[in-house]
């Protein structure tokens, strides 16, 4: 999987973050309490800052490198950046718990994604100046 697959990833959710964080601004805020508004906002923003790794793993990436870390870190990234902030969306719109015990799994996706980069960028050093 090459950079432009990881830009376009990386360009999709930072959309979704935007249009997520957008419409808790303005269609949400007199919606939802306090908590469950703050629930939204985090997804937005997880979505945005893994969207931002997205992109610069597009940048870092080569044709060809066939680093196989990197690309299950961004895997990872992708995955659990969706599970993550869907579980809070949810939990945010329905206040059903049982969401909350979701978004865990998508934090642990996300960190499995920057021991992945830690690993690719550490292999990929010994081949970049």
């Not at 680093?67 to 969706?82: D, M, N």
């Not at 049982?98 to 021991?115: D, E, K, S, Y």
Request: aromatic share 10%; net charge positive; proline share 2%.
């Amino acid at each position: 999987m090459g950079a432009r697959l990881w830009w376009s990833v990386g360009a999709l959710l930072g959309g979704a973050g935007v249009a997520m964080g957008a419409f808790g601004a303005h269609a949400l805020r007199a919606r939802l309490d306090a908590e469950r508004l703050a629930w939204w906002e985090t997804g937005a923003r997880y979505l945005l800052v893994h969207a931002l790794a997205l992109l610069a793993l597009g940048a870092w990436r080569r044709p060809g490198d066939g680093s196989r870390w990197a690309t299950a870190a961004g895997l990872a990234w992708a995955l659990g950046a969706l599970i993550f902030a869907g579980s809070l969306a949810a939990l945010a719109l329905t206040g059903r718990r049982i969401w909350g015990a979701v978004t865990p799994l998508g934090g642990t996706t996300l960190l499995i994604g920057w021991a992945l980069a830690l690993a690719a960028g550490w292999r990929g050093s010994r081949d970049r100046p």
